[in-house]
């Protein structure tokens, strides 16, 4: 099974992005082997949507669940439908953080954990009257 996770570098030694939308990098990761294929978020830079993007990126790079820091409504709807399986972490290494979800030690979330663009403007919800 690939477990995608929102990173901040390539490798699994670098700290996980607790954006998922607007995360720099994604690594595909196999927790039983731990091979890896890191990829840039081609959504990155969009202007919205980037939470949609991104799982449609991890839909089609064959994932089968998440890994990331939090989860806007639209990319949490979207995964959902996909059949991603998402859990949210505080931090840590990639390689920390796959090791704590093949050991069973990751809890499944059940939806979004912050508003609708929370990733462009320091987290505090554009669009929302703030």
């Given amino acids: 099974m690939k477990v995608a996770i929102s990173a901040t570098a390539k490798d699994l030694n670098c ?8 995360c720099q990098y994604f690594i595909l990761v196999d927790p ?4 890896f294929e890191a990829f840039e978020n081609e959504g990155l830079m969009a202007s919205g949507g980037a939470g949609v993007q991104a799982a ?3 839909v089609q790079k064959g994932a ?3 890994i990331t820091g939090n989860l806007g409504p639209n990319a949490a709807s979207a995964l959902s439908a996909s059949g991603i399986k998402v859990h ?3 931090g840590g290494t ?3 953080v796959t090791e704590a979800f093949k050991a069973g ?3 499944e979330a059940s939806g979004a954990t912050v508003p609708p663009h ?7 919800g554009m669009g929302r009257g703030r």
């Fill in 15 to 22: 700290q996980i992005d607790p954006r998922f939308g607007r």
């Fill in 56 to 58: 449609q990126l991890i």
């Fill in 94 to 96: 990639v390689k920390e």
């Fill in 105 to 107: 030690k990751l809890q």
């Fill in 88 to 90: 949210l972490v505080s």
């Fill in 64 to 66: 089968k669940a998440l």
């Fill in 32 to 35: 039983e082997t731990m091979e």
């Fill in 118 to 124: 929370f990733g462009m403007g320091g987290g505090r």
